[in-house]
């Protein structure tokens, strides 16, 4: 729960817990509705990952097969209906908020697939060595495009922190929709020319690609949360859902790239995909699938900007509460101070993990090429990649269903998947003879394909999830850029190394990269699933006023800390009993200072307080609080620290 300024601080209970025995059944009850959901303990007060192993499974898996009836029956209430209603409601909760990802996807990883079209359109150029063009720029493509990336994660996770996400979100996708009209109409005097404007064309695209990272991130958890002082239910059980669903909008976009590309060559090279290509049905069709998403995307810079006006509502509630205007320094200060492993575990897995998903996508050609004998036709390459994509979006969506489980969770998933893309490209490295012979070619290509799975129902997914979730609301964003900026480093390793080695070689390189993500994630990275958000920003406040040793919930949980942190001992001051008794104490604090904020407005001193949730105090809880209005309270010495009476409700 956030139990608003006083949370900041936390009470200082004295030894009398004399009001909480006293308690009547229907206060009990009440107290435990707000601070123990049934979704997260059980009916003795039991948090989930505090019971024995077996109670664990099973109160997990009885409630999950509840919620998931529920959601059935939910569901085929909307189709009775309207038997639409259910995509409408897919498409306005899942499919608007990863809009921006799916034509990331979409145009980003359309350059793996137009290579191979224009090596056999315009071979002197784009064929190495090039007659007429200059090789270091045909390379640059793929450089300047990752490197636009980077600066867009960088520069838009901080003006998203410091502007909000709404600002984010409408820069993005602007940059995008100006960067696709230059890449559609790029052209030059000489074809070096050419690809010289289609080189920093994707440089400024990728400017607006990189800035998607961190605000769709952070904005869609953000959403799911909610700005309310009591969490919800679909934040502890479906956050990483919500995101996720979001994430692999970008699956789909890859998929619509592919099959645009085939049709649009079938429609401007006289219905056949087999060569010789002509210029002029390369230029036709790639500048028509830029073209495309363009429409989509001026779309998306008119939705969010006057239909998501309320997608920064989480962040300027937390800067509220910290007295915040601008970016927040000292959060982000405290922030690398606190959680700089956390930091190690989601950059640094995000890099290996971008070895191996960037490397893939940027140069899948080499790796088709192989299934296909590196045939002169692109049209068989195209048609695997379709299958190759059609497999990544079943890790995907497997990766969305189960990402909220308990029982396996984001740490879980991604450890095996990038244990298995290391197990998935090792096995070939070292036999990579025996996989590629004609023979034995389908054991090569499933295992290619079992990859991209694994790589999606695994690290892809995950890494872009725990990059914000693990960090407080006020540097969210920048964390995350920053995350997925050293990610991106990763592609540019990747396709700098891939200039310089052969394709066995990239495989005896890339195995390591999953085994050391493997490494970072059990060492460094905490398990956020289950644990609600709200009390993660319930311990960041006591952290940002000095006294972390004061809080004693969950997110101090052993199951919620990483490897690292438990050596450290930071969870030794995980007490249950005293947090519930901390939690009444907390809201004790906000329901005084609510009273008094309503005393003012009567008399004329104060103007009403949108963030003010009047509903959170039934009659049990003000009953109780005025019954118990003495004891065990907050010393009034230690209700603010020394020297902060401008928290103060007096003042």
């Known amino acids: 729960m956030d139990h608003g300024p006083a949370a900041l601080h936390g009470p200082e209970l004295n030894s009398n817990d004399a009001p909480i025995r006293d308690m009547t059944h229907n206060e009990r009850q009440i107290f435990d509705y707000l601070l123990r959901p049934d979704d997260s303990y059980d009916e003795h007060g039991v948090y989930w990952a505090d019971m024995p192993l077996a109670r664990r499974v099973k109160f997990v898996s009885s409630y999950d097969a509840k919620e998931t009836a529920k959601e059935v029956s939910s569901v085929w209430t909307m189709v009775k209906a309207d038997p639409l209603s259910p995509l409408a409601y897919y498409f306005k909760n899942m499919v608007l908020p990863g809009a921006g990802l799916g034509l990331e996807g979409y145009v980003l990883f359309s350059i793996g697939n137009l290579t191979p079209l224009y090596t056999a359109a315009f071979p002197n150029c784009w064929k190495k060595p090039s007659k007429i063009c200059n090789d270091n ?4 493509v793929e450089y300047l495009e990752i490197i636009g990336i980077i600066v867009g994660q960088c520069l838009v996770g901080v003006l998203g922190d410091w502007l909000g996400r709404r600002w984010g979100l409408i820069q993005d996708a602007t940059i995008m929709f100006i960067g696709l009209l230059m890449l559609t109409a790029s052209w030059g005097v000489t074809q070096n020319g050419w690809v010289i404007c289609y080189a920093w064309s994707l440089f400024f695209y990728g400017v607006g690609v990189g800035g998607e990272y961190p605000m769709t991130a952070t904005s869609g958890m ?26 692999l909008m970008q699956g789909w976009g890859q998929l619509a790239n592919q099959a645009v590309l085939i049709i649009l060559l079938l429609v401007f090279h006289h219905g056949s995909g087999n060569p010789k290509y002509s210029e002029v049905s390369a230029q036709w069709t790639f500048r028509i699938s830029f073209a495309l998403p363009a429409i989509g995307t001026l779309w ?4 969010r900007t006057f239909k998501m006006r309320s997608a920064g509502k989480q962040l300027a509630a937390a800067k509220k509460k910290s007295k915040v205007t601008g970016y927040d320094t000292q959060s982000l200060k405290l922030t690398f101070g606190y959680f700089g492993p956390r930091m190690i575990a ?10 191996f998903f960037y490397g893939n996508k940027l140069f ?10 590196k045939g002169t036709s692109i049209m068989p390459g195209w048609l695997y990649n379709l299958i190759n994509v059609g497999v990544s979006l079943c890790g995907y969506y497997l990766a969305s269903f189960l990402i909220d489980n308990k029982l396996y969770g984001r740490k879980k998933m991604q450890t095996v998947g990038f244990l298995m893309d290391f197990i998935l490209f090792v096995i070939p490295a070292f036999n990579y003879n025996y996989f590629t012979s004609p023979e034995h070619i389908k054991g090569f290509q499933a295992m290619y394909f079992l990859s991209s799975f694994f790589n999606q129902f695994g690290p892809n997914a995950v890494t872009f999830l725990v990059a914000a979730e693990v960090y407080p609301t006020p540097i969210r964003a920048t964390a995350h850029g920053f995350s997925a900026a050293v990610g991106k480093l990763g592609a540019l390793t990747a396709a700098v190394l891939y200039n310089y080695i052969d394709t066995q070689q990239k495989f005896y390189v890339v195995p ?19 644990l609600d958000l709200k009390e993660q920003e319930r311990r960041w406040q006591f952290i940002r006023a000095g006294r972390e040793q004061d809080y004693h919930g969950v997110a101090v949980h052993p199951k919620h800390l990483s490897l690292w942190e438990r050596f450290r001992g930071v969870g030794k001051h995980y007490n249950a009993d005293l947090d519930y008794k901390q939690k009444i104490e907390e809201m004790r604090a906000d329901w005084e200072m609510t009273r008094a904020r309503h005393t003012a407005e009567k008399e004329g001193h104060m103007q009403d307080d949108d963030d003010d949730d009047d509903s959170l105090w039934s009659s049990d809880v003000s009953t109780y609080f005025e019954r118990t209005g003495g004891t065990p ?19």
């Not at 899948?364 to 004998?373: D, K, V």
């Not at 390591?512 to 289950?530: I, R, Y």
């Open 137 to 140: 720029w045909i390379s640059a």
């Open 222 to 247: 953000e959403n799911a949360v909610g700005s309310g002082k009591v969490s919800t239910k679909e934040d502890r059980l479906h956050r990483g859902r919500k995101v996720t669903s979001a994430f």
């Open 300 to 303: 998306l810079v008119y939705y």
């Open 346 to 355: 989601t950059a640094g897995a995000w890099f290996a993990n971008d070895i």
């Open 364 to 373: 899948q050609s080499n790796f088709i090429g192989i299934i296909t004998h």
């Open 512 to 530: 390591w990269f999953g085994l050391a993500g493997v490494v970072l994630t059990v060492l460094f990275l905490p398990d956020t699933t289950g």
């Open 633 to 651: 309270r907050m010393l009034p010495k230690e209700k603010y620290p020394p020297g902060d009476e401008s928290e103060s409700p007096e003042r």
